[in-house]
């Protein structure tokens, strides 16, 4: 069964860091991209950061940049970011995701986010 | 960045209705449009993904069509399983970005 199990979430202050990770299994990690999606609570889905199947290209969100760092280690199946200067609107529940690229009826590359984990419950309150 | 605008935000069904949410985006995305239901508490779950190719094991009565800059998210006869959130989310460019979502109540 394809699986992704978030951890490492939990309550912490205005300006801490908190790491989190996401492990694999059940399909080949080191082939997909990986993505963090983040959602407050009450409120819909925001993407926060991208990172390429062998880690060489990575993106953010506006509102993470230079606070956030994603990261993964394909040796453990194990995808992390790393949050730094934290503040009350990254209050969310965080979720990994596997991006899947498909071939569309025209030969074009497409792509979804086809695996999620459960997510991990970040609080940043004082 | 793309910017995807849900209606309606809300509606309230019956169980066997018809029910059509749409997507509109800031600009055209061809048909890099995938569609997620969430319900509370869980993880969203791939329905349709580049507009209207039905997600294996999802059932048939969901179906989406549209390219460009306006798309559909349909369900022919909602059951009561049904009942959950939907949003929609552009695979065209990065940021990736999600609609608002649009929550499907009993009426």
């Known amino acids: 069964e394809e699986q992704l199990v978030e951890s490492g979430g939990g309550l912490v202050q205005p300006g801490g860091s908190l790491r989190l990770s996401c492990a694999a299994s059940?399909?080949?990690?080191?082939?997909?991209?990986m993505h963090w999606v983040r959602q407050a609570p009450g409120k819909g889905l925001v993407w926060v950061s991208r990172?390429?199947?062998?880690?060489?290209?990575?993106s953010y969100a506006d509102s993470v940049k230079g606070r956030f760092t994603i990261s993964r280690d394909n040796a453990k199946n194990t995808l992390y970011v790393q949050m730094n200067s934290l503040r009350a609107e990254d209050t969310a529940v965080y979720y990994c995701?596997?991006?899947?690229?498909?071939?569309?009826?025209?030969?074009?590359?497409?792509?979804?986010?086809?695996?999620w984990g459960q997510g991990t419950m970040v609080t940043v309150s004082s | 960045d793309i910017q995807m605008t849900q209606s309606p935000s809300s509606l309230s069904a019956s169980v066997g209705d018809r029910v059509t949410i749409t997507c509109r985006t800031s600009?055209?995305?061809?048909?890099?449009l995938n569609w997620y239901q969430q319900k509370p508490g869980k993880a969203p779950k791939l329905l349709i993904y580049?507009?209207?190719s039905l997600e294996s094991g999802v059932p048939s009565r969901f179906s989406g069509s549209g390219s460009g800059t306006d798309f559909t998210l349909t369900i022919s006869s909602l059951q009561p399983e049904d009942f959950a959130t939907y949003y929609c989310?552009?695979?065209?460019?990065?940021?990736?970005?999600f609609g608002q979502g649009t929550k499907v109540e009993i009426k």
């Open positions: 600009q055209s995305i061809s048909s890099y």
């Open positions: 059940g399909f080949t990690f080191s082939t997909y991209w």
């Open positions: 989310q552009q695979s065209y460019s990065i940021p990736r970005t």
């Open positions: 580049v507009a209207s």
């Open positions: 990172i390429k199947s062998d880690g060489s290209s990575i």
């Open positions: 995701a596997a991006e899947k690229y498909y071939y569309d009826s025209s030969g074009y590359l497409v792509s979804a986010f086809d695996i």
